[in-house]
């Protein structure tokens, strides 16, 4: 080997290592989902133009290194390093998720390894050591291909695990409660394992422990003897994940919170979500639904044509089992002689998430006079619209964890009732993702809401920043852009006054631009 190829070969290696750390990083924050990494370099370089040149040249580099003339080791070497260096921004520690040497990471490495060395391998036998720049200008490529082989062998390495949890589930036989929706999935478990706490011995999945690994560990660190109710949490990114939840932890009860936007990046279609979240009441003996959305109004009919009990919820005053209604602060659930009223307490967030717990109590047999006392103060998921204030009288609405369109709006309406005379309503977003189509549309919706209710908006990032101006700027409202969250918190507080209200809605990692 000469020199010159020495020196090609050290600093491919060099980039495809910083940039394998970095890819990786982002493969671990969205879940080792194979094409993610893809897609989100994708969303980096569409919104930096430097960026966009920078991958281009570096790409074209690499292309034109492939074509053998004295200097094309120059270019494989210019290729690589300039692929070391964009995105810009994307780190290989990062802010807000660090890289985090898990044993899954540390496999999923090795594979990509072995992938990377494949490849670069036999573009050097058939081209040469130049040919090898195209390793390092295609990483976000070889960790997807990585993430694809790796997670079958992830799934042979955890079948002891989720076996285990099957036989304790199998042992311990409580009534298995499922829950899935587009969103309100994990407040509308804290509010069941909350209605129910007073007359069932109850366990729910943890957090947003929501798929085949999360489940299994939920069982097998929480699940005791005694347990009479378990309430899991079922999430999916496409058809046939759910069933196959399903039939791992068959539930007893099925119930679906809604079928909105979200995910509509990997499912493109509102019927592909509601086909989806569907497979859900296919084992269960009973289903609670909310009937006020037509497609979830028809599921109902289709599952008491299939012999299954249905319990059906409202909030908007259909003909259904159980009725909650915000303004009267009442709630209506079947009783052994009829309809019984029950007063709400503070905390309800969402209307529908309490009218699926009660509906799921009715299907249990709760006795109604249990559930009064329960409804006094009820639970609110943390960072889901959580209301905090200061001892100076400044309010922060903390929406985090929220990133579709109805919750969004729903926070932003909530938070601008609660600005006095003396204060100013801040919102402070990067704006919501993986809506698919309509992400552009959504998001300048939400800034145009935000202009008309007097919210000064505090833009973070660059993910949704194009969108969330155009709707400001139609609104006929203010703003300001900031690179980072730390930056939006400084200009938030100052814009707000000691009086005011700040809404953080949403909260992308930094793997997002």
Not at 104 to 132: D, E, H, K, N
Not at 222 to 243: C, K, N, S
């Amino acid at each position: 080997m000469s020199l010159t190829d020495l020196a090609v070969l050290v600093v491919v290696v060099a980039a495809t290592a910083v940039g394998g750390l970095r890819w990786l990083r982002v493969c671990q924050r969205e879940h080792y989902l194979p094409g993610r990494a893809t897609v989100i370099a994708r969303l980096w370089f569409t919104r930096s133009a430097e960026d966009a040149t920078g991958v281009l040249v570096s790409a074209a580099l690499a292309l034109v290194a492939l074509v053998p003339f004295s200097r094309a080791w120059l270019a494989a070497v210019l290729a690589a390093a300039l692929g070391a260096l964009v995105p810009r921004g994307l780190s290989v520690r990062g802010r807000t998720s660090a890289l985090a040497w898990t044993g899954r990471l540390r496999r999923l490495a090795i594979g990509w390894a072995v992938v990377v060395l494949a490849i670069g391998a036999l573009l050097w036998l058939l081209i040469g050591v130049r040919a090898t720049a195209l390793v390092a200008v295609t990483v976000p490529f070889t960790v997807d291909l990585a993430a694809a082989v790796m997670g079958a062998v992830e799934k042979r390495l955890s079948a002891p695990f989720v076996a285990k949890a099957q036989q304790r589930l199998s042992r311990v036989r409580p009534t298995v409660v499922a829950i899935t929706g587009s969103y309100g999935k994990t407040s509308t478990k804290g509010y069941v394992a909350h209605v129910l706490g007073g007359a069932r011995s109850v366990v729910a999945s943890p957090a947003s422990f929501n798929n085949r690994l999360g489940l299994s560990r939920a069982v097998n660190d929480a699940l005791v003897d005694g347990t009479e109710v378990f309430v899991a949490e079922m999430g999916t990114y496409g058809p046939g994940e759910i069933r196959e939840l399903c039939g791992l932890f068959p539930p007893d009860i099925a119930a679906i919170t809604t079928i909105g936007e979200a995910h509509l990046e990997r499912m493109r279609s509102t019927d592909v979500i509601l086909a989806a979240k569907s497979e859900i009441t296919e084992r269960a003996r009973a289903v609670v639904l909310p009937v006020d959305e037509p497609g979830l109004a028809a599921l109902a009919e289709r599952c008491r044509e299939q012999g299954k009990r249905v319990v059906t919820c409202t909030v908007a005053g259909a003909d259904a089992d159980v009725r909650v209604d915000l303004v009267a602060a009442t709630a209506t659930v079947p009783g052994p002689d009829g309809p019984v009223e029950l007063d709400l307490g503070e905390g309800v967030a969402h209307g529908v998430n309490l009218a699926i717990a009660l509906g799921i109590a009715t299907v249990l047999d709760v006795d109604p006079a249990a559930l009064r006392p329960r409804l006094a103060a009820l639970p609110r998921a943390a960072h889901r619209a959580e209301v905090q204030r200061t001892a100076e009288g400044l309010t922060v609405v903390d929406d985090t964890y929220n990133a579709n369109p109805v919750g969004a709006r729903a926070a932003l309406v909530e938070s601008a009732a609660i600005v006095g005379d003396e204060g100013r309503l801040v919102l402070v977003t990067p704006g919501m993702v993986e809506l698919g189509p309509v992400q552009r549309e959504r998001n300048a919706a939400l800034g145009t809401e935000a202009a008309v209710l007097g919210a000064h908006v505090v833009i973070v990032g660059r993910t949704n920043r194009a969108a969330l101006l155009e709707g400001v700027r139609a609104g006929g409202g203010t703003y300001d852009v900031v690179d980072r969250r730390e930056q939006g918190v400084a200009v938030a507080t100052r814009v707000a006054g000691p009086k005011g209200v700040i809404l953080y809605e949403n909260d992308l990692p930094d793997h997002y631009p």
